[in-house]
Structures are given as structure tokens and as C-alpha cells.
């Protein structure tokens, strides 16, 4: 199977962004570029008639009512997909991707990306969809459970994006952080990227040599690896470092804990999604 | 989960607390109705209906359909009222919940693939027709202010929604309701009002065990009873699922809709109130109003409660032929008229089907036995139709002493006696050859048959050649399974 890099386009204004990612991932991964509109049904508001009387053949009338509302809203947002999957290809090939694709589908966009999930590379979303443009700090409504749902890297993106010259990698020396470093060092996304490979938490031997371990792995693709431990709250001390440093994307992995957990606590993968102003790349 | 919750309760907001109050206020006259019908106060009902639609809200699989008491369950605990008293209805609901919930267990909401859309159809048309004869008795021997109300009533029903901007806004059974309980109040006319029908609820439930021996007696007593009320409060509510599935064009979870209507009954059972299911015409009315989630269920039984706790006063006054107005017109939307249109270009054998159902459950007041026999007669009918589909030819071979049979088609119960008769065993062979590469036997009588030829023959001195007998019957084993692979299919229907 062809695996694609994969970008998912609404009506929000981090599509142009999303394009601009995409293309940049696409050319850097040598992977074929495809968007993808999912038309969710669900999200259309239903039509009231309260005055609440059945009569004759109500039930066959509603019917058809219902589908043919349906059906005029459906052809709307086909069109209206298409038109932005136009505008998108059209903006991936002035980035210089060959040739983009796109497809449409129906149904709610986590469904759908489940369902193509073994063609995808990496998938590319914009922070909020279009519904949730307004509130600064309210995630889209898709992203968590897109996160959730599917296994693949996600490069999230802000309202505009930038090539990155200078990467932060954060490490917290588990599992899921030793397998993400080893799929970036084998991947030529960073490729000639400074790298910065950043722990946050007491420093011990243990950790150092972990992060050495990874630091060696990472300079085989980065065109530097700067290391460093620093004290503190997670999420925080990762903000000031990447301001210190003009960081211009995160890598991180995702989502660590037990739901329960995080009902309770909220996750840091959610703060960090919610407070980053630049793409970050989710390894799971 | 959350943005599972996020939809199922709060995706629709506004419209879906609109319809939980219309719906609501429908709710009202059907579940004193009802309690009527039962012959229990109408706080049975009353109780019975938030009580189950609350239950659903939650543990129904049905976004957006609504559960209530309802009138296909209150005929069949008629008898059980009249002889044994409203305690010992109160452990039946119990005992039809648990019924309901064992029956969500071993999934058989997916038995409802068994009955045909003609047995739905009859099933629909019988209920309204039941619901309509139920409002008869306030029609008969009354003086001429009840029928002049209820005309009034649904003329207001049927014509007030075409009033410029007040029609669209306030729901014409409640305005029919209103106007009908101010004529009356009025005009101090002597006619029947739902006060003189029983109780009213002047508290919110209250927890109580039904006081009924806990023995074997109880339990014979109650179990026909219970086990009717499962059968009829599952297929209603699968039935009403389905309709709400394709009206919104949304999944819905069957399974847990029978466990859904189990609890929701144990709850009513408990909360002194009748056994209910889900109700075809009142979630009509949901979807019809901009009802789409469980939110708009929960308002309904919510609102339901508060305006009969606190308006028990004001509701003992409506006059019974605003509540017959009402109930007239749930009937006439739930009733299929469509139906009636299509007896013309359907085939006669599910018009009889339908039919039927229609007829049997009118008489017998039981839509459970309706179904069954509704569903065994599409099943023959299908059973002869299928039958006809054999074909027997021959030919004699050139040196005339053999005779070549080819068998094309389904051998089974209804076609073996044809399969046997197309056989000239009169004629004087020396050998036959039986070609059954591209037959089916489907059952033990089919392969009775063909020892009945074979046999047949060699008595007459012929030798019998039976071919593709293993292909033939490879369709008699119990758990066939034609893969969705087109080459098996295509090896099943087009010969081996």
C-alpha cells in the first residue's frame, strides 16, 4: 500500500497552513500528498416544526422532508468540499508538489480517517476545525479523539506555518519517547534541522545516558543535537525553552496516561496542544 | 467518551429541549389515555411515562425516541387489572423488565430480521386502529357537547398550525387542550373530565415494592401477562427504532434498547407505574419537532412530571373529549396510510399478510399473536414462492432405452412433491440418469424425495444414476454459509 501524507481540509482558516504543512511534509518525506474533506452529517442542525400534531401520511412526509433537506445540504457541501479541495491542491502545487490528490467522504472525519488509516504516512490537521474558530484555547473538536483514534504521526498545525528550522524534541526517557526518537532518526523529516533533544525533570545517570543514547541516534539526520535537562513543570518549562531557543516545531509523544487519569488531571499532550503556537508533530 | 456524550446529549440543544416539551405535553392526554384503557388511575400512567422515558433517556439505544406507557402494552394488562388488581400489575411490569433485559442479553433484537416490512406495516396499522377503538367507550352513550368538543378539538388540532406565526410556535394539541378545558370551565356543561377518572399525581413517585405475596401463585398469575408485554413492549420499540433510524438516517443500538426498555419498566414497576415501550406516534411528533438526541427523551419525561406534579389541579379539569381529540389524531398519524395506496400495486400475498396481521390483532387485542401469525404466513408464503423455483426437463438418449433427467432449482418441503411428480415412471427405461449438478436440497424431505424416485424406478427394473448429489445437498448441512465471495455464490447459483 502507498502510503500518503495525508491532509485534512475544512472550512476553518488553518486549511492555507495545513496545505503549506502538508506540501512541506509531503516533499520532505517523498510521499504522495493527498486531502481529504470529510462531510460530516451529524454536525447539521435539525429543523423544528413544534406544532407537535401528526396527521395523515406525517411519517412518509417527514421522511421525505427530512431527505430532501438532507439531500440540498449534501450537495452544498460536496460542492463546497470540492471547491476547497481545488483551492488546496491548487496551493500544494505552487508549494511544488507534484501532483496532490483529494478525496471526499462521507461521515464524521475520526470514522473516516480510521477507515484509510493504513494508507497514511502522517496526517496533517489544523488546531481547530470550523466550528471552533473563535475560542482561543478550545481545541478543535475532532483533534483529541483523532489523536486518540489513530496511530500514526499527526503534524498539528497553527494558522500558518513555516518551514521549522529548529526542532524540540521532547524526552521523558519512556518507551513511547525512545521508539518516537528512533522513528525520527529513521525518517527524513528532520533531516538538516537543529535538533534539540530536551528532558524535563532531576537529572540523573540513568537519564543521561538515555538521552546520549538518543542524542547519538538523532545526529545521524539532524544537522545539530543540542541536549538539556531543566527542573520543573512539564508543560511550562517546555514553553520558556522554546522561546528561549526560537523553537519553531515540537515532537513529542502522545497521550501517556490512563483515561481516568486524565479526566481527572487533564494530560499535558492536551495543555501542549492547546498552548502551542507552532506545528507540533505527534509520535505515538 | 466525552465527545460520544458531547453528542449524544448536547449536539442539538435548543431544538431538542423544544421537543421534549411538545412531546411532553402530548405525552399527557396518551398516558391518561391509556391508564383509562388499563383501568388504573391515570397517575399509573402518568408516573409510568416520566418515569420510562427518563430510564430511556439514558439507557435506551435509541437516541431521540420516545418511551412511554403506551396503549399496545395497556390492553394487554386489562384482564390482569380487572381480576387481580393494580399490585399485581406493578409485579408484572417488574417481571416484564427482567423479561426484556434476559432478551437484550441473548440479542434477540436481531429476530426482528424475521419480520417483513408488510407484518411492520399491519403491526403500525393494527396500533392505530387499537388506539382509535380505545377512545370509542368515551364516544358512546354521551350527549352532544362531547362530540361537538372533540370535533372542536381536532379542528383546532388540524387547523391551527396554518395560522400565520402562532401556528408555527405553540403545538395545536395543547392548544386544543386549553381552548377545550376554558369552554368547558365556562360553560359549567355536564361532561366527563380526566378528574373523574381516577387519581392524579400529587407528589413526585415514591419508591415502593408492590405488595403481592412473593410465591409460585403470583407468579403463574403474572408470567402470561408479563411475557405478552415483553413481546409486544420489544417489537413496538424495535419497530419505533427502526422508523426513528430512517427518518434521521442514524444507527441506533438495538441490543441495548431491549435491555433499555427492561430497566426503564423495572423502574416504572417500582415508581407505581405501568409497563410501557416506545411509542411510534409521540416520537414522530420528537424527530418532527427538531428531537435528535437522548437529551430531548430526558426533557420530555422531566417536563412531563413537573406540569402533572404541579398543574394536577388544572389537568383534572381538561375534558375527556379534548384528551379523545388527541388521541384521534395520534392514531391518524400513526396509522400508515401509504399503505392503504399500495394494497393496488403490491402482491396479494402481503397485502394478505399485512392484512392479516391487522385483522388478527384487532381481534384479539394482542399485537404479539398479530405478529407471529403475520410473520409464519410471510414465511410460507415465501416458503411456496422459493418452491416454484425448480425446473425438471429430460431427454431421451439416442439409442431410446435412456433417459436423462436434469434438475434445475430448490428441492424442499414445498417442492417435493412437484419434484417427484415430474418423473414418468410409466415409461419403460433401462437406465435413468439423474443430472442434479445444478439443484439445491435444503432439507431432509428433499432427500426423501429422490429416495422415493430412485426406488420408484427400480421397481419398474430401471437403474438409476444419480449425478452431483454431494454438490446437490451441499446446501442441507444447518450452518450453510455462502461466503461473500462472488465465485461461491456464483458456484451456488450457477450450477457447481
Known amino acids: 500500500m502507498n502510503q500518503h501524507v495525508t491532509a485534512c481540509i475544512d472550512e476553518s482558516h488553518y486549511a492555507g497552513a495545513v496545505c503549506d504543512a502538508a506540501a512541506w511534509a509531503s516533499l520532505r518525506l517523498d510521499a504522495p500528498l493527498t486531502f481529504i474533506h470529510a462531510i460530516d452529517r451529524t454536525a447539521r442542525p435539525a429543523t423544528a416544526d413544534v406544532s407537535g400534531q401528526i396527521g395523515l401520511g406525517s411519517r412518509e412526509h417527514l421522511l421525505e422532508e427530512l431527505a430532501q433537506l438532507d439531500e440540498k445540504r449534501g450537495k452544498l457541501a460536496q460542492e463546497q468540499g470540492r471547491l476547497m479541495l481545488d483551492a488546496a491542491c491548487e496551493r500544494a502545487r505552487t508549494d511544488g508538489v507534484a501532483e496532490p490528490m483529494s478525496r471526499q467522504r462521507n461521515g464524521e472525519l475520526v470514522e473516516t480517517l480510521v477507515g484509510i488509516e493504513d494508507t497514511i504516512r502522517l496526517l496533517v490537521l489544523g488546531k481547530r476545525g470550523e466550528t471552533g474558530a473563535a475560542a482561543v484555547d478550545h481545541l478543535g473538536s475532532n483533534l483529541e479523539r483523532v489523536i486518540r483514534s489513530l496511530h500514526c504521526p499527526i503534524l498539528i498545525t497553527p494558522d500558518t506555518f513555516t518551514p521549522p528550522t529548529r526542532v524540540l524534541v521532547a524526552f521523558d526517557a519512556s518507551d513511547t519517547a525512545r521508539r518516537m526518537v528512533k522513528r525520527i532518526a529513521a525518517s527524513p523529516i528532520a533531516r538538516g534541522i537543529e535538533g534539540h533533544l530536551v528532558f524535563v525533570g532531576e537529572p540523573s545517570t540513568h537519564i543521561e545516558r538515555e538521552l546520549e543514547q538518543a542524542r547519538r541516534q538523532l545526529a545521524g539526520v539532524c544537522a545539530s543535537v543540542t541536549v538539556e535537562i531543566v527542573s520543573g513543570e512539564v508543560e511550562s518549562t517546555l514553553r520558556a525553552y522554546k522561546q528561549a531557543n526560537d523553537i519553531e516545531m515540537l515532537v513529542m509523544g502522545a497521550y501517556g496516561h490512563s483515561r481516568v487519569r486524565q479526566l481527572l488531571v487533564g494530560s499535558t499532550t492536551t495543555q501542549m496542544i492547546r498552548r502551542a503556537r507552532m506545528p507540533l508533530l505527534i509520535m505515538r | 467518551m466525552i465527545r460520544s456524550l458531547q453528542q449524544q446529549w448536547f449536539s442539538n440543544l435548543r431544538p431538542d429541549l423544544l421537543a421534549g416539551i411538545v412531546v411532553a405535553l402530548a405525552l399527557i392526554p396518551e398516558a391518561i389515555a391509556f391508564s383509562i384503557i388499563a383501568g388504573v388511575d391515570p397517575k399509573v400512567g402518568l408516573y409510568a411515562s416520566f418515569c420510562i422515558c427518563v430510564i430511556t433517556a439514558f ?125 368547558y370551565l365556562a360553560s359549567g356543561i355536564d361532561i366527563r373530565t380526566v378528574g373523574d377518572m381516577g387519581e392524579l399525581p400529587d407528589t413526585l413517585p415514591v419508591f415502593l415494592w408492590p405488595e403481592v405475596p412473593l410465591n409460585l401463585e403470583t407468579l403463574r398469575i403474572i408470567f402470561p401477562y408479563s411475557a405478552m408485554m415483553a413481546v409486544v413492549g420489544l417489537m413496538e420499540s424495535m419497530m419505533t427504532s427502526t422508523i426513528v433510524d430512517d427518518l434521521t438516517d442514524t444507527p441506533s443500538d438495538k441490543n441495548r434498547e431491549c435491555a433499555g426498555q427492561g430497566v426503564a419498566n423495572i423502574g416504572a414497576g417500582l415508581l407505581g407505574g405501568m409497563a410501557g415501550c416506545a411509542m411510534i406516534g409521540q416520537s414522530v411528533i420528537n424527530v418532527k419537532s427538531g428531537g435528535r438526541t437522548r437529551l430531548s427523551t430526558l426533557t420530555a419525561g422531566v417536563v412531563l412530571l413537573i406540569m402533572v406534579v404541579f398543574l394536577s389541579e388544572w389537568v383534572s379539569r381538561i375534558p375527556m373529549a379534548a384528551l379523545v381529540a388527541v388521541m384521534i389524531m395520534v392514531s391518524i398519524g400513526t396509522f400508515s396510510w401509504s399503505s392503504l395506496r399500495n394494497l393496488k400495486q403490491h402482491p396479494m400475498s402481503s397485502n394478505i399478510v399485512m392484512l392479516t396481521t391487522v385483522a388478527v390483532v384487532v381481534a384479539t387485542h394482542n399485537l404479539a399473536i398479530g405478529v407471529f401469525v403475520g410473520v409464519l404466513l410471510a414465511a410460507l408464503f415465501f416458503a411456496n414462492k422459493v418452491g416454484r423455483v425448480l425446473y425438471i426437463g429430460s431427454e431421451m438418449q439416442p439409442d431410446g432405452r435412456t433417459r436423462e433427467y436434469q434438475v434445475v432449482g430448490q428441492v424442499f418441503f414445498t417442492s417435493a412433491e412437484r419434484f417427484v411428480t415430474a418423473f414418468d415412471f410409466k415409461e419403460t427405461l433401462e437406465y435413468v440418469r439423474i443430472d442434479l449438478r445444478r439443484a439445491h436440497f435444503w432439507d431432509i424431505t428433499a432427500v426423501g424425495a429422490l429416495d422415493k424416485v430412485v426406488i420408484k424406478f427400480r421397481r419398474e427394473g430401471t437403474e438409476v444414476d444419480v449425478v452431483g448429489l454431494n454438490e446437490a445437498s451441499a446446501t442441507l448441512v444447518d450452518r450453510f454459509g455462502v461466503h461473500d465471495k462472488p465465485d461461491a455464490v456464483e458456484a451456488l447459483m450457477g450450477g457447481h
Open chain 2, 59 to 183: 439507557a435506551g439505544g435509541r437516541p431521540g425516541m420516545i418511551s412511554a406507557a403506551t396503549g399496545a402494552m395497556a390492553l394487554l394488562m386489562v384482564t390482569l387489572v380487572a381480576e387481580h388488581g393494580l399490585q399485581y400489575l406493578l409485579a408484572a411490569t417488574l417481571l416484564t423488565g427482567l423479561l426484556q433485559i434476559v432478551a437484550g442479553g441473548f440479542k434477540l433484537g436481531e429476530l426482528m430480521r424475521f419480520v417483513s416490512r408488510s407484518v411492520v406495516t399491519g403491526f403500525v396499522n393494527a396500533l392505530a386502529i387499537l388506539i382509535f377503538m380505545a377512545q370509542l367507550p368515551e364516544l358512546t352513550d354521551v350527549t352532544w357537547h362531547v362530540y361537538a368538543m372533540t370535533a372542536a378539538g381536532l379542528g383546532i388540532i388540524y387547523l391551527f398550525p396554518y395560522l400565520p406565526v402562532i401556528g408555527r410556535i405553540l403545538p395545536s394539541p395543547l392548544v386544543c387542550i386549553v381552548v377545550l378545558t376554558g369552554v
